[in-house]
C-alpha cells in the first residue's frame, strides 16, 4: 500500500507505516461498532443491543410521532417529561434487532434512523430513559419503509410552502382588533414575534443544503401580509440557499394589503409580490416554469384577490401550450390552493382551495388529456393530505404540511427513471428551537392540528411508479388521521417505462 503523503502529513514511511495504518483501521472499525458520528453533526451514535423483554411503556413520555418514512430509515418525535436520551429500537421481522442512541439530554426528541433496507417492514421502539412510548394513531407498532421506484436515482427537488415571514401571531383562526381567537401561540423565551417563521426556514436550511438538491420550490405564502420588507426578507432567505428556486404566489401574497407608504416600492396596486419576485412584469398573473435535466415543474398562480382561482385565460392558455410543447417530459404542477375535489370536500372550511366553479374543473380536465403530468402539488391547508380524481387516472393530488408551524417540515421528491418518493421531513434547529416550537404549535387550532395537519403516513411517505396501471399507492390518505402506513401499493407494476426516455 502506498502512502499518500498529502492524505496522511507526518505519519511514519515503510514497515512501521503499515503497521500503524492497520492499527489506526483496527481502532476505527472497533469503535465503529459501537457508535459513529450523526450526519448532521450531533452527538455520536450508539448503538447497543435489543433488550431481551419489551420494555414497558411510560406515561412520561407524549406526543410520539412518525414524522417521515424513507426508503432507508424513518424519522420520529416524542417529548419526555425530563430531559433524557433519545433511542430507538429496531427490530427486522426476520433478522436480530438493535437500538440506536441519538441524542442526550433532551425534552423535545427528533431522531432519524438510516441505514435500513428498502420496502422492508420493522417493529420499533420510541425510548427514553429505559421507558418506551405508548403506541398510539400516530405512532404504529410498525412501519415499511418505501420501495425504490425503477431504475437510476436522478435528482433530489426539495418543496416547501407557507413560510409566512413577518408573522407574529401563530394559531389566529379570527382577529379582532388586538384579540386573536384561538390566543396566539405562546413563544419561547428569547425569540421575537416576528422572528418564529425565518427561524424555522433556516432550521430547514441547513438540512437542505446538506442535502443539496437540484432545485428548491416555495408554493406560496412566502409572507404573511405581502408587506415589501417581508418580501425582500422571504427573497434573501432563499436565495441563501444557494440552490437554483422557483416560487409561487399564494393569498398571503395578494397585492392591496400593505400601507400607503408601500405604492413607493410596490407601486398603486401594492403588488409587492411582483415587485421583489417578477420585477417588469405587469400580468395579474405570475406563473413561471422551472426544469431539471428534462423534468418539468410547472408554477401556477392560483391567487384572486386571497381566493383560489384558476380562470385566467392567458395563464390556461400559457400551461396548455406548456403541457402541449413537452409531450415526453415528466411534469410536476404546483399551486398554492388545492384544487382537487376531494380536498376541497374535506378541509375546513370547505371549497376553501379551488373551487369547480373557479377554475379546477377545466385544471382538471387539462391534465387528463397529458400523462406526462405525474403530481398536483398545493400547500395553504396547512395539511398533508394524498387525494385523486377520477378522471386523471392515478395522479396524485397532494397537499404539503406547512414550515412555520406544525407539521413543521419541508418535503423532498427524490426523482428516478421509473418514479418518484415522496418524503417529509421536520425542521430543525441548533438551539432546539424548532423541536420546542412543533410541539407548542401541535396544539394550536382548539387542539385539532395534531390530527388535522401531519396527515396519515402515505399521504406524506409514498412510491409513485412510472409504468403501473393502478393508483401507487392505490387508497387516498383519510382526513384527521394520521396512522396506517406509508404508500406501497406498487404490486402489478412495471420494471421500466418509455414514456420519458
Not at 420494555?55 to 416524542?78: C, K, L
Amino acid at each position: 500500500m502506498a502512502r499518500n503523503p498529502d492524505l496522511w502529513p507526518g505519519l511514519p514511511h515503510g514497515w512501521a507505516w503499515e503497521c500503524g495504518l492497520l492499527a489506526l483501521c483496527l481502532l476505527l472499525a472497533l469503535n465503529a461498532w459501537g457508535s459513529s458520528s450523526e450526519p448532521d453533526g450531533g452527538p455520536p451514535l450508539v448503538r447497543t443491543e435489543l433488550p431481551t423483554t419489551t420494555p414497558e411503556a411510560s406515561d412520561a413520555i407524549s406526543e410520539q410521532e412518525v414524522v417521515g418514512i424513507y426508503a432507508d430509515g424513518f424519522s420520529a418525535s416524542w417529548v419526555s417529561e425530563s430531559p433524557s436520551d433519545g433511542t430507538v429500537c429496531i427490530i427486522p421481522e426476520q433478522a436480530q434487532g438493535w437500538c440506536e442512541r441519538h441524542e442526550v439530554d433532551r425534552t423535545d426528541h427528533l431522531v432519524r434512523v438510516r441505514g435500513l433496507q428498502p420496502g422492508t417492514r420493522y417493529t420499533y421502539w420510541l425510548m427514553s430513559g429505559g421507558r418506551r412510548a405508548d403506541t398510539l394513531q400516530g405512532n404504529p407498532e410498525a412501519l415499511t419503509t418505501l420501495s425504490l421506484p425503477p431504475g437510476r436515482h436522478l435528482v433530489d427537488v426539495v418543496l416547501l410552502n407557507d413560510i409566512h415571514i413577518g408573522e407574529v401571531c401563530s394559531g389566529q383562526l379570527v382577529g379582532l382588533g388586538d384579540i386573536s381567537i384561538p390566543a396566539c401561540s405562546a413563544i419561547p423565551n428569547g425569540v421575537q414575534p416576528g422572528d418564529y417563521s425565518s427561524r424555522m426556514f433556516l432550521g430547514a436550511a441547513h438540512d437542505i443544503r446538506a442535502l443539496a438538491p437540484a432545485l428548491v420550490l416555495v408554493n406560496g405564502d412566502l409572507t404573511n401580509a405581502g408587506a415589501y420588507t417581508d418580501m425582500v426578507e422571504a427573497r434573501s432567505l432563499i436565495e441563501g440557499l444557494g440552490i437554483p428556486w422557483a416560487v409561487s404566489r399564494g393569498n398571503h401574497d395578494r397585492a392591496g394589503q400593505g400601507g400607503a407608504g408601500e405604492a413607493e416600492f410596490c407601486g398603486p396596486t401594492l403588488d409587492c409580490y411582483t415587485t421583489v419576485f417578477r420585477p417588469g412584469s405587469d400580468a395579474r398573473m405570475q406563473p413561471v416554469a422551472a426544469e431539471v435535466g428534462n423534468i418539468r415543474f410547472l408554477l401556477l398562480d392560483s391567487d384572486n384577490g386571497g381566493l383560489g382561482d384558476l380562470r385566467d385565460a392567458g395563464q390556461q392558455r400559457w400551461l396548455a401550450q406548456q403541457l402541449a410543447d413537452h409531450p415526453r417530459n415528466r411534469t410536476f404542477i404546483l399551486l398554492h390552493h388545492p384544487p382537487s375535489a376531494y380536498s376541497n370536500l374535506t378541509m375546513f372550511p370547505p371549497e376553501n382551495g379551488v373551487p369547480p366553479a373557479k377554475g379546477s374543473g377545466w385544471l382538471r380536465d387539462l391534465i387528463a388529456q397529458h400523462p406526462q403530468v405525474v403530481g398536483v402539488f398545493s400547500g395553504h391547508t396547512h395539511r398533508n393530505l394524498l387525494g385523486y380524481d377520477d378522471a386523471t387516472g392515478r395522479v396524485p393530488w397532494v397537499e404539503t404540511g406547512a414550515l412555520k408551524n406544525y407539521p413543521a417540515g419541508y418535503n423532498v421528491l427524490r426523482i428516478y427513471e421509473g418514479g418518484y418518493l415522496r418524503e417529509f421531513h421536520r425542521a430543525d434547529c441548533d438551539d432546539g428551537f424548532c423541536r420546542r416550537w412543533a410541539s407548542i404549535t401541535r396544539h394550536e387550532n382548539f387542539g385539532s392540528s395534531a390530527s388535522y395537519m401531519l396527515g396519515e403516513l402515505r399521504a406524506r411517505a409514498f412510491t409513485y411508479i412510472d409504468d403501473c396501471d393502478q393508483r401507487t399507492p392505490a387508497q387516498p390518505s383519510m382526513p384527521w388521521r394520521v396512522g396506517g402506513d406509508s404508500g406501497q401499493d406498487t404490486a402489478g407494476c412495471g420494471k421500466r417505462t418509455d414514456l420519458f426516455p
